[in-house]
């Protein structure tokens, strides 16, 4: 069957030239063919010269996701397969990707997979769909997902629908894991992404070095992710803020022992008299759309003047950004200049990203959303 082509405007194939995997409303000149919703298109520029295909969405700004370059033709079936075998396989071996049975299998444009996250929870997956494409194509990545991981049971979730069973067993409530000698509880069919944050697995392995003998407060601590971690490592306090009941109850049975806030973290933060000498601050993002950029920013910078605020003399304090449109630099500044605002001489002591089976393709640095700063406080307050 002839794919339908979408024809770039003169100049704008450069970039997928370069493999960059999107091709954005912008940059269409014109659709020949009339192709549906999820459908695969071939790309071509203004001169006519094939430069990759892709799944189109006619609706969404990134209008074609491209999966593969250049002028050859591509059978779907035989690429989904490869694709996602690829990704199983290097995390298999990988070393830095030991000691856990949660993962993430596959990430979206890193793996060649636009539109579509795998993530291994114990004996159970949970696949993330994003595009149409992709949600048309969930029995078949169903079909090699059981194939491959012998799976007990797949839980399907899609943009603006409810989560479904897309194979095998439903997910027990909640999934047990190990993440490194730290269990986790987790809710695979209800809970936030697709039910925990396995992005912060190494930042968790962090917190716990640094945990020995504190006072720990995590805040947006959702599940206890943190909590937890800060318990292992030997904490001697743990204060966990969340608004979220939900999460709450199985923070509760994560991390028991620590004292739970339900309750804003903001107002937390100005009513608190305490200090801590390890905190952790982990918020939603708060740029989902690059125009939100400058009130995040301001958000950004509240927040963490008041957590810098709460910081002990000596204290060390992880603070994070996971909106992908505020980058790295300007994420530092205004931390700085939070500290400054605050009164608190900081240390960056590194520098932190989600882990590596969350790869970027450094074709695509839009996909890297996950920014953080290991920071020394030091001073009083002003």
Request: charged share 25%; net charge neutral; aromatic share 6%.
């Amino acid at each position: 069957m002839k794919l339908a082509s979408v024809v770039l405007r003169p100049g704008r194939e450069r970039s997928v030239g370069l493999g960059h995997p999107w091709v954005l409303s912008g940059s269409v000149e014109r659709v020949e063919g009339d192709p549906a919703p999820g459908d695969v298109v071939q790309v071509r520029s203004a001169a006519g010269t094939r430069l990759g295909t892709g799944d189109w969405d006619p609706v969404a700004q990134i209008r074609v996701r491209l999966f593969a370059f250049g002028k050859d033709e591509i059978d779907e079936e035989a690429w989904l397969d490869s694709a996602i075998s690829r990704a199983l396989g290097w995390r298999a071996a990988h070393p830095l990707l030991q000691g856990t049975d949660g993962l993430r299998l596959a990430h979206a444009e890193a793996d060649g997979l636009p539109g579509l996250t795998i993530d291994r929870y114990a004996d159970w997956l949970s696949v993330r769909v994003g595009t149409p494409a992709m949600l048309r194509r969930a029995p078949k990545i169903a079909a090699i997902l059981i194939a491959k991981t012998g799976a007990r049971g797949i839980w399907l979730r899609a943009e603006g629908a409810p989560g479904a069973l897309l194979a095998g067993e439903v997910p027990a409530e909640p999934v047990a894991i190990d993440e490194r000698g730290r269990r986790y509880r987790v809710d695979l069919r209800h809970g936030q992404k697709t039910g925990f944050y396995l992005d912060q697995r190494d930042a968790r392995d962090l917190f716990a070095r640094l945990a020995k003998g504190t006072r720990t407060l995590d805040l947006f601590a959702h599940t206890g992710g943190f909590a937890r971690a800060a318990q292992d490592g030997g904490a001697a306090e743990v204060v966990a803020v969340e608004s979220s009941e939900q999460a709450a109850r199985l923070l509760e049975q994560n991390a028991p022992g620590c004292q739970v806030v339900l309750g804003d973290v903001n107002e937390f933060l100005r009513r608190e008299s305490r200090s801590f000498d390890l905190i952790s601050v982990d918020p939603p993002p708060f740029a989902k759309r690059k125009r939100d950029v400058d009130a995040a920013c301001r958000a950004y910078k509240d927040l963490n003047l008041h957590a810098l605020r709460r910081a002990a003399d000596g204290a060390h304090l992880l603070t994070f950004t996971c909106s992908h449109h505020v980058e790295s630099e300007l994420f530092r500044k205004v931390v700085f200049s939070a500290a400054h605002d605050a009164g608190r001489e900081v240390q960056l002591l590194a520098l932190l990203a989600a882990p590596p089976d969350h790869p970027v393709s450094l074709r695509h640095p839009q996909g890297e959303y996950l920014k953080g700063l290991l920071l020394r406080v030091s001073g009083a307050p002003s």
